[in-house]
């Protein structure tokens, strides 16, 4: 049973790190600074929870997970909190979204 928690953590653990490769690229295509922004928070979010619960269950349940579990909890609340403050300050500055036809 070990050895299948620790190919499903490997796996978990890859999977996040491609979720994030594969999102950066996703950033670089679009368009404008809100689309970038929103792609930017979603991919960070997910590849960091998943590689997170992969290393939770490589670790077990130890000190160890429980600050794993922490830093998790901060991420899912800092990352769309950040994500919404930069989309805020930007519209205040007048930075304002692209339509369907502009370039």
Do not use: C, Q, W
């Amino acid at each position: 049973m070990s050895e299948f928690i620790n190919v499903l953590a490997y796996f978990f653990v890859i999977g996040g790190a491609v979720a994030i490769v594969i999102g950066l690229i996703g950033v670089y295509r679009m368009p404008d600074f809100f689309t970038r922004l929103h792609a930017a928070s979603i991919v960070d979010t997910l590849g960091t929870i998943f590689i997170i619960f992969g290393l939770l269950l490589y670790s077990g349940i130890n000190l160890v997970s429980a600050k794993l579990i922490l830093i998790m909890l901060f991420v899912l609340i800092t990352t769309p909190a950040a994500a919404h403050a930069l989309a805020k300050s930007a519209l205040h500055g007048n930075l304002r979204p692209m339509l369907d036809g502009e370039k």
